[in-house]
């Protein structure tokens, strides 16, 4: 069974600090590995998704990176901003379309 | 323009009542799917049906019963409802059931039982 695990829990930066989020997975089959933000109270944003044979992607100033043979992928954010306050959530889509959600880091960039 | 669109947005409910939540998806998509984000804020899927038939049901109590009329919509159905259930509810959909999929998600429902 997929267990994906997300480290920190929480972290908070002062403005323009690089920082990364770490995600890792117990199942190396999966498809595609997705990170999202998700702000209080409301849905799902997806921010940049990884396909199996893909090592990296980049979004702006957002950047995830994948090592599927070892099961962990990271979200670096480049000098950050107080607008990127939010829950940043991992996921991976393994077998029969099921997407396996990590816990979450929640993250605050202080002014 | 919504391409998941979950009603209703906000439902608070006394203990013991049935509600249902509907979902649409206006993506063309083959598979819609149900996910609870509970108060610790873990997403987990609870339900997927592909093309009206359901190939996803994870242990969720069977006062959960998931429909789906036509592809475009799956609606959840919650019966006896308990204080445990209240929870935020995603529906999302994706064009197929199996390989590289992109899940597309709703805005949620928030589901809140007194």
């Known amino acids: 069974k997929q267990e994906v695990t997300q480290i920190p829990a929480a972290l908070s930066v002062p403005e323009g600090e690089n920082l990364v989020l770490n995600c890792s997975f117990t199942?190396?089959?999966?498809?595609?590995l997705q990170w999202f933000r998700q702000d209080p109270g409301k849905g799902l944003t997806s921010l940049l998704l990884i396909q199996s044979s893909q090592r990296e992607q980049t979004s702006g100033r957002l950047n995830a990176s994948l090592d599927k043979s070892s099961g962990r992928s990271t979200l670096y954010i480049a000098a950050s901003q107080p607008g990127d306050s939010a829950t940043y959530l991992c996921a991976v889509l393994g077998s029969g379309s099921r997407l396996t959600f990590g816990e979450g880091t929640q993250l605050t960039v202080n002014p | 323009d919504t391409a998941v669109s979950q009603t209703p947005k906000y439902l608070v409910t006394q203990m013991g009542n049935d509600k249902s939540i509907k979902c649409e998806q206006n993506l063309g998509h083959d598979t819609m799917y149900w996910y609870k984000q509970d108060s610790k804020k873990f997403l987990k899927i609870m339900f997927s049906y592909n093309n009206k038939e359901l190939i996803i049901n994870e242990t969720v109590p069977n006062r959960f019963s998931p429909k789906s009329p036509d592809k475009a919509h799956l609606n959840l159905h919650i019966n006896s409802l308990e204080l445990g259930d209240s929870a935020v509810y995603f529906c999302a959909s994706s064009q197929r059931a199996t390989g590289a999929n992109v899940l597309t998600f709703g805005a949620g429902s928030r589901l809140t039982v007194l």
């Open positions: 199942d190396s089959a999966i498809y595609n």
